[in-house]
């Protein structure tokens, strides 16, 4: 079986085929074709490949590809979707990688297929080499969009590791926490009426003023309970995103549902928020003779906090950065969850993710696959 090509020419194969995840049908593809591609090029290394549907998600699966057996070793994982994109604001096509003042352009090149493709140029070199300890590739699916390929990863629990690594575009800066992210909705059921007199009906609108009230207490009263320095916005936040409601301004508002974003800290329960929002919420629907509800609209990305350990300082021995805190979310959480020390660290910069004209800069390689060399060495080679 011949070895996986160049990296260049990995990250062109990879950025060719469309795995856009979204909560919007239209927009949303399979990422069986990636799949595919790595699963092929890591058994064309000696790695044994496992590639794990998802649940109740047809044309979506995870690659978990090993080489090597026994406890412990080293997961570097990637996720192979990416987000929809506007090719019209595109300089070039996004699904064909261009080169250009040494960065490559492609939806998907920082954010992450680049990062899959240098763990697989790193993994050649130990395709021949006892490990004593195991190198795994993990590549999951809808990570853009529901994270339900890290879902499925903590529930059949696999895979194990000593430590692992999530290639997101971090600039090569190690990150050992970031925020949660929530998003919930609040639903009220009035009654209709004619404006003339009011005690026709019940005014979901009305109720939904008490309710966005209630929620802003709320915020301040968790911003002035929880703070964490290492983040520059260094307290939970609350975002009132979008609301709906009523039809003509001559008629009592039957109907109102509010949909809002709230960004936890490390240490913060995300069920423990949402009973909290529960409750007192619920004295608006007696007191406006509405019938509320609330409903998450996507089990939510809980926060991540990796205590200082011998990875965190492994890795910033080797990088010269200390670890720090981002604002956006991860599959961290979930790999921490089945008991491996996990840190987000990868080529390229969350600036260009999620842009139009997204590129990886070709300077990017070199220290990525220094770093991925040092840590093989050291979690996979020694086992230590």
Known sequence: MPMPPKPIEMISSLIAVPSISSTTPKWDHSNLGVIELLHTWCESLGFQCEVMPVPNNPGKANLIATLGTGPGGL???????TVPCDPELWKSDPFKVEERD????????????????LAIEAAKQYKDTPLQAPLIILATADEESSMSGARALVDAGKPKARAALIGEPTSLKPIRMHKGMMMEAVRI???????SDPSLGANALE???????????IRSELQSKYQNSNFRIDVPTMNLGC???????????GQCELEFDLRPLPGMSMD???NLISDRLKPIEQKHRVDLSVRSLFPGIPPFEQSESEFVACVERLTGHRAEAVAFGTEAPFLQQMGMQTLVLGPGSIDQAHQPDEFLAL??????????HNLINQYCVKGC
């Open 272 to 274: 423990g928020l949402r």
């Open 363 to 372: 300077d990017q390689f070199a220290p990525t696959l220094d770093l991925l």
């Open 189 to 195: 059921e009035g009654q209709a009426g004619h404006s």
């Open 75 to 81: 997961v570097l994982s990637g996720h192979t979707d």
């Open 207 to 217: 109720a939904m003023n008490g309710v966005m009230n209630e929620l802003l207490t």
């Open 243 to 253: 609301i709906h409601g009523g039809d003509n301004p001559n008629r009592i508002c």
């Open 102 to 117: 040494q960065k490559l352009y492609g939806l998907g090149t920082c954010d992450m297929k680049g990062f899959l493709a």
